[in-house]
């Protein structure tokens, strides 16, 4: 274990930032991931950045070619990948979970290079949720926020950050800034660790969740239930739930015309949105209820049906605070889970 | 194996031959920039063609893996990027990437078997290869009964290569069907979904299936009146797509995305998803 006082982490930061892209919590009216500059807001002790990290690996608008059109012809010239080093500092339990979960959809054969590059030159340093909230419920999901996954594992307790690589690329990060962290006893990250998981254990969603009922053998009865006819009643269609979400993976291919040419580009899609499914010959999911249905279907049992029974929901808990009609998967979960009708 | 540096990253593609079929329906010959074929395929799979600046989208290949000097896509016209195709020329390019998803089980189950092939309207287009394949290969199947239906003669695609080709295969029956009755037409006349059940074809023979989804459900609750088993049929489905490798997340039906477990489907397992296609 290495420490480093909190207030010299201005300075660790400046010498992270002249090895690699740096970003951070950043306070600007709300707190969200942004590149680290000596006179940025850092903001490590609000809990839940609005938007995840997801954006570093899967970005919410990304270009992958460019095409110039000149009679008949075309030429077309492929955005190259990824290839700065970077770091993501503060990365909570959850939303490492969250990458970890998008890694099964874009790592799986056929690989996505775009990604894939990213998450090549991405170091992740994680912190501990030294106070988790209300809205938290990751233990279902069995993430530790107490003890988080990512390349380097930090801790925020007693004036000073502690610091554990758990990989080579932590292990490398470590070594840029060795000069700056001295050794620590264990002591202080325990204490906080057993605190963590005391607050965790008290939270009301982490507990009684009826997850065990999401099973691909119950997907055709899930799918007909009559929960869903008053459940999406209230959903706006904002989609704002899959642009906050750690694990929403579904994108669009557009084009936006650039004048001399086209950048074919892709972008995050919503499935609660309309035309995510339209075709010339209709739309196989016409109303909202379908819309709604497709989200919590997908994220509790289709992805689990995929991926070893892993749930899409890592319990971040945005959604909950976020949705502007208070739906979330929490209700979905405890409305289908509970009723004696599913 | 890709050509290109991720697979959401297209080749070049060239138009080299364009054929009307219908009043809305052409088919395009497709060639890579080298004049080659872009790629190979099985039947039953497809592409994303595209247009920079118009759109893109997944199109069945309607030629045989034999024909080695171009890919074959029908296209009907019926949205934004068709109706731009409809108006390009020979010599246009076009991006083209794939091909995309399983195929029709041609090389496995399909051998040695009668074949019934049931198709609507532009859905001769995907079974289109298979029956090209199996007639370039006639003497590894059985039997084959091509039960073609549309809304009106003037619907009905490849009729030049029906009568003269199709027809003249050894041990092949081709029966066609438009929705109402219509002058100039002496052949059958009733939706092609129960056809087959008044030619009282027999269920000694694997059926694949394709047309639109309510042509589909119909036709396949007529095979089981009949006496099919779901295990004897197989169906090929569509949904939109963007991607085409099962990552975009829009083309499924419960656990599994038609453009990558699919399009082809045999009808047991469809049994198993959800109704929601």
């Not at chain 1, 996505?112 to 990751?138: L, N, W």
């Not at chain 1, 965790?200 to 982490?206: E, M, V």
């Not at chain 2, 370039?136 to 080709?165: C, F, P, T």
């Not at chain 2, 092949?172 to 979904?193: A, M, Y």
Request: proline share 5%.
């Amino acid at each position: 274990m290495l420490k480093i006082a909190k207030n010299n982490l201005p300075a660790l930061f400046a010498v992270i930032a002249k090895s690699a892209d740096l970003y951070l919590p950043i306070r600007k009216g709300t707190v969200n991931y942004a590149p680290w500059s000596e006179d940025a807001d850092v903001d490590l002790d609000t809990l839940k950045t609005v938007k995840s990290p997801k954006d570093f690996f899967l970005p919410q608008s990304e270009t992958l070619y460019t095409a110039a059109l000149a009679g008949k012809k075309i030429q077309l010239e492929a955005e190259p990948f990824a290839d700065t080093p970077f770091v993501v500092f503060g990365v909570k339990g959850c939303d490492v979970k969250g990458i970890e979960i998008l890694d099964k959809v874009y790592l799986s054969d056929p690989v996505d290079k775009f990604y894939e590059a990213r998450r090549k030159h991405g170091t992740i340093v994680s912190m501990a949720c030294a106070e988790p909230q209300a809205t938290c419920f990751c233990k279902p999901f069995s993430i530790d926020a107490a003890n988080p996954a990512g390349d380097v594992v930090a801790w925020m307790a007693d004036g000073n950050l502690y610091w554990e690589a758990k990989t080579e690329k932590g292990k490398k990060l470590t070594e840029i800034v060795s000069s700056m962290l001295e050794s620590a006893a264990d002591d202080i990250v325990t204490a906080q660790q057993k605190d963590i998981r005391q607050k965790i254990d008290a939270l009301p969603y982490n507990s009684g969740l009826p997850l065990d009922r999401f099973k691909a053998e119950r997907l055709i009865e899930l799918f007909d239930a009559p929960q869903w006819d008053s459940l999406y009643q209230t959903c706006l269609a904002c989609g704002t739930c899959t642009f906050i979400c750690p694990t929403c993976q579904c994108y669009d291919i557009k084009d936006f015309d650039a004048g001399e040419c086209v950048k074919r580009y892709r972008c995050w899609d919503s499935c609660m949105y309309s035309d995510f499914t339209l075709m010339a010959h209709g739309n196989p999911r016409k109303t909202q209820k379908e819309r709604f249905r497709q989200r919590f279907m997908h994220k509790l049992v289709y992805y689990p049906d995929k991926n070893d029974g892993e749930y899409s929901c890592v319990g971040c808990g945005r959604c909950v605070n976020k949705c502007p009609a208070s739906l979330n998967i929490v209700k979905v979960i405890k409305s289908l889970g509970v009723n004696a009708d599913v | 194996m890709c050509k290109t540096p991720d697979l959401l990253i297209p080749q070049i593609g060239v138009i080299t031959d364009i054929r009307t079929e219908t009043s809305d329906v052409k088919t395009f010959k497709i060639t890579g920039a080298d004049g080659k074929k872009p790629f190979d395929h099985m039947p039953g799979q497809c592409a994303m063609l595209s247009v920079p600046g118009v759109g893109e989208a997944m199109f069945s290949i309607t030629s045989s893996p034999t024909n080695d000097d171009g890919l074959l896509f029908s296209i009907k016209q019926c949205g934004t990027l068709t109706d731009y195709l409809h108006a390009m020329e020979v010599g246009s390019e076009v991006t083209i990437r794939g091909p995309y998803g399983n195929a029709f089980p041609v090389d496995t189950v399909l051998p040695g078997q009668n074949l019934l092939i049931i198709a609507g309207g532009i859905g001769l287009a995907p079974v289109g290869s298979v029956v090209r394949y199996v007639f370039d290969n006639r003497d590894k199947y059985g039997s084959v009964d091509i039960v073609y239906g549309a809304r009106s003669k003037d619907d009905l695609v490849y009729l030049k290569e029906i009568e003269e080709i199709w027809r003249a295969q050894p041990n092949t029956n081709v029966h066609l069907t438009i929705d109402r009755e219509q002058s100039g037409w002496d052949g059958h006349v009733g939706f092609v979904t129960t056809y087959p059940k008044e030619l009282n074809i027999s269920t000694d023979k694997t059926a694949l299936v394709c047309g639109p989804p309510i042509m589909i459900k119909l036709t396949l609750a007529s095979l089981m009146e009949m006496g099919f088993k779901k295990e004897q049929v197989f169906t090929t489905l569509e949904l939109r797509m963007k991607c085409g490798i099962g990552k975009c997340g829009r083309c499924n039906i419960g656990s599994k995305y038609v453009c990558k477990d699919g399009p082809v489907f045999r009808c047991d397992e469809i049994d198993e998803l959800p109704d929601e296609y």
